[in-house]
C-alpha cells in the first residue's frame, strides 16, 4: 500500500510555470512506477507522463513533450512534474499514480495504476 499527496498547482498565466510535486508514503518508494495523469472539467483522465521505478525510462504525451519534465527523488519518497510555457489546455486536475515496478502493461491507462493522489487544481489563463 501507498499513499500519495499532490501539492503545488495553482493559478498562472499561459506562457508560466509549475512544478507539481507528489510524496509518497506507506511501502518503499522505489518499487513503483510513478505516472502523472490530468483530468479536466467534464473529460477523462488522461496520461501526462510516467516515470519507471529507477528513473531509467519517461514517456510523455505528446501534447506536453518538450514542456513538461518529470523526475523523482527517491530520498524524498516525492515525484515531480516541472511544467514550463503552460498553456491554457493544460488546465485540469492533475492526479500522480502508482503502480508496481514489475507492472508491464500499458502505463499510459489510468487503470495500470491501483494508488492514486487526491489530485491537484491546475489553472492557466489567457
Known amino acids: 500500500q501507498v499513499q500519495l499527496v499532490e501539492s503545488g498547482g495553482g493559478l498562472v498565466q499561459a506562457g508560466g510555470s509549475l512544478r507539481l510535486s507528489c510524496a509518497a508514503s506507506g511501502r518503499t518508494f522505489s518499487s513503483y512506477a510513478m505516472g502523472w495523469f490530468r483530468q479536466a472539467s467534464g473529460k477523462e483522465r488522461n496520461f501526462v507522463s510516467v516515470m519507471n521505478w529507477s528513473g531509467g525510462r519517461t514517456y510523455y504525451a505528446d501534447s506536453v513533450k518538450g514542456r513538461f519534465t518529470i523526475s523523482r527523488d527517491d530520498a524524498k519518497n516525492t515525484v515531480y512534474l516541472q511544467m514550463i510555457n503552460l498553456k491554457p489546455e493544460d488546465t485540469a486536475v492533475y492526479y500522480c499514480?502508482?503502480?508496481?515496478?514489475?507492472?508491464?502493461?500499458?502505463?499510459?491507462?489510468?487503470?495500470?495504476?491501483?494508488?492514486w493522489g487526491q489530485g491537484t487544481q491546475v489553472t492557466v489563463s489567457s
Open positions: 499514480g502508482a503502480t508496481s515496478r514489475y507492472y508491464s502493461g500499458n502505463y499510459y491507462n489510468a487503470a495500470a495504476y491501483p494508488y
